[in-house]
Structure formats: structure tokens, C-alpha cells
């Protein structure tokens, strides 16, 4: 158990509705960051968010969105859903920028997923 | 941006054999490189990492060796179990911006390793 949760555990909706994952990073972690997972692409990386302010954004469509709230708890917002973004979506989290750590650097956990289905 | 390739795409070793990963990326720029290992119905999970300024880090059975000059990195598991079955992914981490607070980490395509028996 890395620490990191989500939910739901599954989710299945259909074609044009709006969904939305939710994400609470381990105690302490004030990093977040969000990841989509496809059979044909892998491991794309979404958004990061770091104590409350977005930090970089990756391969994120407009139709989704993300906000990391004061209790630095996130959600990923999904709308005008297509049957392409079915997958499964992952949170992870770190205790702080991955980079910044006196030269060192910190560990990323990741969440159990989501797996989102699109009908 | 980086783009990070992955081979092979999978992986089959008998128990007790090695199993080499390998791993190419385009930023010069990038300057870490974690490797994850994803069991079935899990999140992935760090597994070892080397920084842009090591040539080589091992722990116990898995070692990871990084050639920055050719922009190449590899896992390597020597005498491998069957809890070693799964799928790996290498990764390459850039920064960038003020303070260096924006970063992006970009994955391989991942290689499912099979041990046999």
C-alpha cells in the first residue's frame, strides 16, 4: 500500500458525460501529479500540482481539467467523454518537487488507478 | 519535449537467467531516471534510480546503468524469480522554470517480463 488514494475503483459512464476522479496523496506529500494509462500509449503523463498551483501540464486534453485543493487532496475532471478515453488514470504523489531535495531526489507513489470506461 | 523509447516490449527469461532492459531518451537536459515495476491490477512502483551524474547504482539483484554521452539507460535483474514477473517502465525526468519547480516525467512503453519456471 503506497499511501495514495483513489477513487472510485472503477467507473464506467457513457459517450458526452462528465466524470470526476479523486485523489488523496499520501500524509505529508504536497506534491501531486495525474497520469493516464492506455494498452497502445502507455503511461502518459497529465498534469503536476504542487501545493495548490499547478506546475506542468503534459498531454492533457481541454476537456479535462484538475485542481489540487487546500487539504491537497486533487481531483481530475473529464468531460465531453469519448470512447478513447477509456483507461485507467493514476494519481501519485511526493513529498515534495521530485527535483529539489538537497540534490537527491524524492520518490513518486503512485495510487492504485482508477479505470475509467467509456460505453 | 523528451521521448523516451523501451525495449523490448517483452521479455521472456527461465528462472535464475538475466534479464536486461533497455532504455534511449532525447533531452540532454533530463537528469533523472527512475525505473518502475507494475503488478497486475497495481500502480506502478519505484524500484531503483540513478541520478544524470552516476554511470552506475545497484541494489541487491537489480542494477541500473546510465551512459549519458549516448543518452542510454538500462535495468538490469540478475538471477531472476518468478516475483519478478510484471511490467517494467523506465522514465526520464525534466525540469525546467523558475526554481526548476516544473517537471515532467516521461515514460517508456513498458516491457512485460515473463519468468519461467
Known amino acids: 500500500d503506497s499511501g495514495v488514494t483513489q477513487t472510485p475503483k472503477h467507473l464506467i459512464t457513457a459517450t458526452g458525460q462528465r466524470v470526476t476522479l479523486r485523489c488523496s496523496p499520501r500524509s505529508g506529500d504536497l506534491s501531486v501529479y495525474w497520469y493516464q494509462q492506455s494498452l497502445d500509449q502507455g503511461l502518459q503523463f497529465l498534469i503536476q500540482?504542487?501545493?495548490?498551483?499547478?506546475?506542468a501540464k503534459g498531454n492533457i486534453l481541454e476537456r479535462f481539467s484538475a485542481q489540487q485543493f487546500p487539504d491537497l487532496h486533487s481531483e481530475l475532471n473529464l468531460s465531453s467523454l469519448e470512447l478513447g478515453d477509456s483507461a485507467l488514470y493514476f494519481c501519485?504523489?511526493?513529498?515534495?518537487?521530485?527535483?529539489?531535495?538537497?540534490?537527491?531526489?524524492?520518490?513518486?507513489?503512485f495510487g492504485p488507478g482508477t479505470r475509467l470506461t467509456v460505453l | 519535449g523528451e521521448n523516451v523509447e523501451q525495449h523490448p516490449s517483452t521479455l521472456s527469461v527461465q528462472e535464475g537467467d538475466s534479464a536486461v532492459i533497455k532504455c534511449t531518451y532525447s533531452?540532454?537536459?533530463?537528469?533523472?531516471f527512475p525505473w518502475y515495476k507494475q503488478e497486475l491490477g497495481k500502480g506502478p512502483q519505484l524500484i531503483i534510480d540513478i541520478r544524470s551524474n552516476v554511470g552506475e547504482k545497484k541494489d541487491q539483484r537489480i542494477a541500473v546503468t546510465l551512459n549519458k554521452t549516448a543518452k542510454h539507460f538500462s535495468l538490469h535483474i540478475t538471477e531472476t524469480q518468478p516475483e519478478d514477473s510484471a511490467v517494467y517502465f523506465c522514465?526520464?525526468?525534466?525540469?525546467?522554470?523558475?526554481?526548476?519547480?516544473?517537471?515532467?516525467?516521461?515514460f517508456g512503453t513498458g516491457t512485460r517480463l515473463t519468468i519461467i519456471p
Open positions: 533531452d540532454s537536459a533530463s537528469n533523472y
Open positions: 501519485a504523489s511526493s513529498l515534495s518537487l521530485l527535483g529539489l531535495a538537497g540534490g537527491a531526489f524524492n520518490e513518486q507513489f
Open positions: 522514465a526520464a525526468l525534466e525540469v525546467s522554470g523558475v526554481n526548476f519547480g516544473n517537471e515532467k516525467l516521461t
Open positions: 500540482y504542487y501545493n495548490g498551483e499547478e506546475r
